[in-house]
Structures are given as C-alpha cells and as structure tokens.
C-alpha cells in the first residue's frame, strides 16, 4: 500500500476531483464523436495549467512550480483513471525536462508558455512501429554555424498543430535535439488519429535549414538530455497507465456486485473473487514499483534507469491483464461501446506502446545484466 505525504494527499484528492468533474470519461468520448482533430480541449487545457499542473517539473525560474515527479505522478494517474485527453506527457512532462535539463534560453522562452498553457510541444523520437532510439537515422549535417536536417518521425504524440518539436536525429556520433517549427515549409506534417481517440502525427523534414541556436543543447550533452527525458516520459506515462488498470479494475468490482446470475450477484462465485484479488495484489505491486520509480528521480537515485524501464514493463503487463479481465467478465457487453471498457483498453494498448513495450525495457534490463 502506497503512503502519501500531507501535501501528496491533497493533490491527489485534488486531481481526482477535479478529473471526474471537468475531464471524466464522457468528454473522451465527446472530443471522439466531434472528430476535435487536436484530440484534446484547449479550455481544458488552460485551466489544467491554472492548475499549476503543466508546470510541475519545470523550475521556479522558468515559470514553473518544481513539485517534482512524484507529484506529477499522482496527476498523470488520475488522468489515467479519468482517459482525460491532454498534451499532459508530451508537453508537461518529455518537452518540460528536455528543455529543464538542456537549460537555456530555449527553458528560458518556452518554460513559461508551457506552464502557462500558452504552448503544446511534441518530442518526435520515433522512426519506426516500434520504439528504438538506439537507430535514430534522422541526420543533422553541419552547414557553416548550422545544421541540415533531414527526418521521418512516426508516431509524434501530440504533433498535429503542436507551437514546436523537439526533433531527435544524429549529427555524425552525437545526438542532436532540434527545436523545429513545424509550419516551416519544409517540414510536412500529417495527422494520424491514434486507436484511443487522441493526436499524433508523422513528420517528414526535408532539408531544413537550422540555425545553431536551434540547438536545444550542444551536440556532447544531447544523449544524455534525451535519456533524461526518456526516463521521465516512463515513469509518468506508467502512472497514467496505472491509473487505467485501478480504475478498470474497481469498475470490474463495481459490475460483479451488480449483475446477477441464479439470484445472487456473480461477484458472489469465488473463481471471479480469486481471479480479482489476484489482480488487485498485482495492480498494488505496481503502484510501489512506479512509486519507487518516480522517487529514484526526485532524488537523483543511481537505480533511475533500472527502476523506469522496470515499471514501464510491469504495467504493461498488469494493466493490460486489467482490461482483459475487465471484458471477459462484464460478457459480451464489454465488447460494445455502450460501456467505457473498451476505451480504457484501447488507452491503455497506446500507453503500452508509447516509450517501449514491455519486451524492450526487458530486454534492455537482460542486457545490462548480462543475461
């Protein structure tokens, strides 16, 4: 059982109310059956960053509040619970700590439009089905105090209609990343509506002529500002998918206690008691997991890689047994859209996705073990 702190209490108790009030599962589907081809509200959107949420991991000095992101944790998983559609990972949180870690006049200028909701920013890392950025082929060749850019990103969360990208591509062995306006001629962008309903976009750059200061940080210092931002993008978008799994898993409960068969309620049959408690004793595991993850940050742990990756590949797997069992148990009405089952597992399938599946943080963490 997680333990909260006074003031995570209140956060907590705050997110969820405000969620299930102003952004709960009904405004998901609203946003999907007007086709909003941001994928998300923009009034919304400003007042979650009134909030003070859209600038919890950047510092003071830019505009931000540094609550950290154990903090922005218990914000993510209530969206989680919620499916409130928002720019929320790839703006508060992968564009926010690229630019907190690059620093700068970039962190400088920025900072403050995203924690005042005056900006959505996208990082565009992906180039193929699947999440790799050890094969980044996207190239920035130097040309006099620039750079050249030439790339195709698949899959940028929040990209359609975004102020900036954050382009990820190489510049001979260094990693570059690139703060590219995405209305230049030279940059087409196509959106892709993704299986949950929100927005995403593939990017193609041909040519593009960069200034050095576009630079978000110099080229030595790049990878590790991308690892930075990767770990954080982990950790977080395991809260929101954490929150998909508890709030799919007491809707479960919630149908158990009301639909009967033979005169009591099916909850009642102690096959469905064991297979739930079983799944509420993995949710729980996770959750300290995730906790532990999102402390190793804060804290600048040496386990910060490890404890990331570990709970991205454990809550793919938790939450999506959650959403499964979810279905099996509510019958056939789980496979309709008359009942909000099937939007939590199509959530959660793209959260499963986003930042590596299970299998590549697996492999990863065998790796470094030499296993």
Known sequence: MELFSSEETLLKESAAGFMSENAPVQALRDLRDQKEALGFNQELHKTLAEMGWFGMLLPEEAGGYDFGHRAAGLVAEEMG????????????????????????????????????????????????????????????????????????????????????????????????????????????????????????????????????????CPLDKGAEVLEATLRSGRAISASEQLGVAREVAERTTAYLNERKQFGVPIGMFQALQHRMADLYCQIEETASLISAALRSIDTTSDSIEELTRAAKAKVAKVSRLATEEAVQMHGGIGMTDEVDVGLFMKRDRVLTEMLGDSAHHIDFLLKRRGL
């Open 81 to 216: 619970r919620n499916l409130t559609a928002s720019p929320f990972l790839s703006t508060a949180v992968l564009s926010a700590i690229a630019l907190r870690q690059a620093g700068g006049e970039h962190l400088s200028e920025w900072g403050p439009k995203i924690a005042a909701g005056e900006a959505v920013m996208a990082l565009a890392i992906d180039e193929g089905a699947k999440h790799n950025p050890s094969r980044i082929k996207a190239t920035a060749e130097p040309d006099g105090n620039g750079f050249i850019l030439n790339a195709r990103k698949r899959a940028v969360f929040d990209g359609y209609n975004a102020d900036r990208l954050i382009v990820v591509a190489k510049s001979g062995d260094e990693t570059g990343l690139f703060l590219v306006d995405p209305s230049a001629a030279e940059v087409e962008v196509e959106r892709n509506a993704m299986l949950d309903s929100r927005n995403a976009a593939n990017i193609q750059i041909t040519n593009l002529h960069l200034d050095g200061k576009d630079l978000l």
